[in-house]
């Protein structure tokens, strides 16, 4: 089964080929502008300043960049060459955001598109993009000039892709091809007509996955065996099963996010792995990911005595999940290594976002209307829970279809006496004329 992507929007101008001149001018500006930095004493540090628009063909600007230096102790020199390398960096940057030309190549846009997402999404994101850029898509396409880019050579990049690539990620692929593509039609490089028959291509269709939740026996040993565990596993594995949090969220927590006095944990802080590197952040997945929870009372001497261990370490790191020693842990650390525990728990093949999973089923099968659930979690829609955990809802259905038979029998209810009495009344019930 496949499906069409929906083609891109673009703004309606006066004319592409007046967008494309004006574009044109804007390179051309962009490739010319030269910046002319001059050193000045800023509070008895040398300091660069120069005059240049903040983007091609913009109204020129102040720009000031400290050298480092001081300017007592004879450093003007150094504070020169430190200028010079800050100076070619500007100019680096006004040649970077210039707009694509009518001969740049499909791999020239893709990387253009690259540069105007710094900033606007998460780092760990745009590594993501750059990767399957750089060992994907511009191998395979960015050798095409973009004039002469057909559909068909997106859709067959696409199939060659199918069987090694699950289709989740080849929609990852089509956000920077769609990206780029939509660049090109803003630049006037691309008209909106040709942009939009480039980004119908077919796509395999997502398939959708279940999180495996542990059955009560397995809960019942995680619980018993966590005990013994050392630090960070446990309190990884307090924070995954019984309050449901994403990996990103466990290695995020502070404890000036956990408010023993109003017994709330606050989730506000993240912190993401990609090639081995770390990115935190103060924000969320979504914003109904940034949420508060209710303490589990259960939980409460634990991460009491947690944070009275770290105190006496004088806090060498601020998260709640770290070493014994107060370090703070990698997210990969803690997938390899809660995967390992939860087999030893007779658990198999069990993720740690599968804690999560878990955690929302016990939810869900203890009676939490699904609303709640949703808040729980910081699903950003009621419909994201009810479409991940459908199979556990329609178990609950059946339960309550069970528990509304048991109480309408308890007050005397009956189908074969209703059935028979429906009979008696029709058959001594005249006919209407």
Known sequence: MSIII???????????????????????????????????DDKG?????????DTPG??????????GYKVSGNNKRKAEAAMREIVAQWERQLKEQAPIDQNATFGDCVRSWLRTRAGKIRPNTLAAYKMYADK????????????????????EYFNSLEGTTSPNTMRKHNVIIHGALKYAVLDGVLTSDVGNVLTMVELPAKKKYEGKSLTTDEVRAVFQKM???????????VLGLCYGLRRSEICGLRWQ????????????????????????????????SRRNIQMIQSTIPYLKSLYERR????????KVCAYESGQAVNPAYLTRNIKKFLA???????????????????????????VNVSAFLGHNQVSTTTDVYAHVLDNERGKASEAMNSYMESLGFCSESCSETGQSAGEQQEPRA
């Not at 994907?136 to 859709?155: F, N, S, T, Y």
């Not at 007779?346 to 699904?370: K, S």
């Open 257 to 288: 996010d956990v408010d023993f006095e109003h017994g709330t944990i606050y989730i506000r802080n993240t912190v993401t792995d990609y090639s081995g590197t770390l990115y935190e952040a103060e924000r969320t997945k979504t914003l109904a």
């Open 6 to 40: 929906e083609p891109i929007s673009a703004k309606r101008y006066n004319g592409v080929g007046n967008l494309a001149c004006q574009n044109e001018r804007r390179a051309t500006v962009a490739s010319q502008t030269i910046v002319k930095g001059y050193l000045v």
């Open 311 to 318: 105190e006496a370490q004088r806090m060498v790191s601020d």
């Open 58 to 67: 913009s109204k020129p600007k102040l720009h000031s960049k400290s050298t």
């Open 45 to 53: 540090a040398w300091t660069v300043r120069a005059r240049f628009p």
């Open 136 to 155: 994907h898509i511009i191998p395979a396409l960015g050798g095409i000039k973009l004039k002469d880019l057909k559909r068909q050579h997106i859709q």
């Open 344 to 370: 030893g728990c007779g658990a198999e093949n069990v993720r740690l976002h599968d804690l999560r999973h878990t955690a929302a089923t016990m939810l869900i099968r203890g009676g939490m209307p699904v």
């Open 227 to 237: 005990n013994d565990e050392r630090e960070p596993l446990r309190s990884a594995l």
